[in-house]
């Protein structure tokens, strides 16, 4: 396996391997890699003859009171774990490089960005579609793979994928959890051991409102607060937003239909955990 920093050196390798004719399945991440992002490099292994896995803490994505500098780094235990799950080459450029001086291009995705991590969050979806849009146009993906767990974040790449016609196809993948149902996360790593058994009732809370609409109930609100007063036992949690959205426009409905997703942001003490189930409504 390959490890390459450079962008320029990133670029004529994706180039040689698109000449060749192979298929380049790209798995970006930002380090900290776990079983989630692991799963994402097998799924490209097995659909690709080449896998590339990005490493790259990208500061456009993080808002200046956000854990940017503390975000956990080990790039060779990254290398140790994408090598073992089937990647052939970890880019893992340096900001300065992806950034050089002078650079002030962004790209904004319109209104699928707004809501929910948009509004938390103000700057963060710039930040991830305009890093996306360099890591494609330097690794030249056949196929790219994002995780679930990130849903609004894997509507919006979908959403660039298609309106800037890019030539590659976007996979989502399962979100993978520890064993009680937390969604892994590399901010995991952050909770004490305390907080850490609180974070359950995010998992747990989806799932109640997955069984309530199962069980027919079609109004949004009755299940939301079902879903709050759940969370609200935990003593460190605090819910930011939790909403059940159409799961193509993430826009709230009335009455559900269709397939829907149930969005969940919850801060355990200073963590901030996000989750969600795609639920189809018969
Ligand atoms: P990150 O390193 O947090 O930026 O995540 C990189 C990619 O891994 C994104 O596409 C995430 O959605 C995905 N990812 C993160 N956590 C999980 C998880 N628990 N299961 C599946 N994919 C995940």
Redesign the pocket.
Known sequence: MKVIRSPRQMSEVSLRLAQQGKLIGL??????L????L??IRGAASQNDAVIVTVFVNPLQFGPREDFARYPRNLARDNRLSRAAGADIVFAPSARALYPSGFQTRVDVGRLSERWEGRSRPGHFRGVATVVTILFQVTRPTNA??????YQ??LIVRRLVRDLQLPLKVHV?????EPDGL????RNAYLTGAQREQAALLYRALRAARARIHAGERRPRRILSQMRRLIRQAQDARIDYAAIVDARTLEPQPRLHGRVAILLAVWIGRIRLIDNLLVDVS
């Open positions: 798995v970006p991440t930002m380090g900290a776990h079983e989630g992002h799963s994402l793979y994002f995780g679930q767990k990130d974040q894997a993948l399962p979100t993978a959890r969604a892994m996360s590399s």
